[in-house]
């Protein structure tokens, strides 16, 4: 029989049968769910296109009609699910289960938690911010495992941030806590998504990084262009990948590209540091693929210009161990905290 009022961890027949989780990333191009056992491991996941702008209800079914999926794909029921847990970019309230604005999904003021209660049998939902989530994943099982205090930047679109402390979510008093991305770097600088100038996620994003990229290429002489060329002649095809392929080949515009973009990203990440004092800070997202090519002289610059650099113990900087994973893991223990 299950002990239906013990810690989920106790939740289990004798026979050693534990109750899972369920986490899903609602994102603004795909929904994905994952069910994760008691080690932390995903074992079915199923998704979905989000395909906004459309009603509320409509991601509503799509949210449980992927969750369902994952449950059959694990080989399970909704029976066997302990808690349901959500990743929404945006500013998310977890007490009140609501979602209070989501530039990417375009709604405001969404009763979600109501919503997928009501589509998953009366389940416990709750509801976090996918940057947090993923920086709670990391905490839990990857690369911040073990950490009293962790901080977690997610560089893709946008710039985003999780903050971990003595193992609990930091969302300020407000839940809209951890945006890191919105401090300003560069007084006056570039205009940013969020209407201010010269935000961190402005410089330190993948955006941010392509833009860099093709404003040198507009610098260079066509015909001379190594990256230009290697996008064949169509700066639209400029990703992420352009400039650090180009230094990787020689390329003194490349490499200059990615000297500035480093440097940016550096100056974000030290202030976190002073700030925090985190025992691990470590990046996800699409950039952090490029490995010690990045992290090696984001390190000496950290190591330069760090506060603490006499201190002997010293926040590790590393790589975000479960890509998108992260956001799936960690949403999906959400009920652990809330």
Not at 15 to 41: C, H, K, P, Q, S
Not at 129 to 155: F, H, P, Q, R, V
């Amino acid at each position: 029989m299950y002990e239906i009022y013990a810690p989920w961890s106790y939740y289990k027949l004798k026979e050693g049968f534990f109750m899972y989780r369920l986490g899903i990333d609602l994102g603004g191009t795909n929904i994905v769910a994952g069910v994760v056992n008691e080690n932390y491991e995903i074992i079915a996941k199923a998704q979905c296109k989000t395909a906004v702008p459309r009603p509320e209800a409509e991601i509503c079914d799509s949210m449980a009609e992927v969750a369902l999926a994952a449950i059959a794909e694990a080989g399970i029921t909704l029976d066997d699910v302990d808690s349901v847990g959500i990743g929404v970019p945006g500013a998310v309230n977890p007490e009140t289960g609501i979602i209070e604005y989501s530039a990417n999904l375009f709604f405001h003021n969404w009763a979600v938690t109501q919503m997928m209660q009501e589509r998953l049998g009366g389940k416990k939902v709750i509801i976090e911010n996918d940057a947090n989530a993923a920086a709670y994943g990391e905490y839990l099982a990857g690369s911040a495992k073990g950490a009293k205090n962790a901080i977690a930047i997610t560089i893709g679109t946008g710039v985003g941030g999780g903050i971990i402390i003595d193992g609990k979510i930091y969302s300020g008093s407000n839940y809209a806590g951890a945006e890191m991305g919105h401090m300003v770097i560069v007084k006056d600088g570039k205009e940013c998504a969020c209407g201010r100038e010269g935000c961190w996620e402005a410089y330190a994003s993948a955006t941010g990084l392509i833009n860099m990229t093709k404003d040198a290429i507009l610098k260079e002489k066509p015909d001379f262009s190594y990256m230009l060329k290697s996008v064949d002649g169509d700066i639209s095809k400029v990703d992420g990948r352009t400039a650090f392929d180009a230094m990787r080949a020689g390329d003194a515009s490349g490499k200059a590209v990615v000297d500035e973009y480093i440097g940016y990203l550096a100056c974000g990440i030290i202030n976190a540091i002073n700030i925090f004092q985190p025992d691990v800070l470590c990046i996800g997202g699409g950039v952090s693929n490029e490995g010690e090519t990045l992290l090696a002289p984001l390190r000496a610059i950290i190591e330069k210009e760090r506060y603490t650099k006499h201190n002997p113990k010293q926040t590790v900087v590393c790589k975000a161990s479960l890509g998108n994973d992260a956001g799936l893991i960690g949403a999906a223990f959400l009920g652990d905290i809330y």
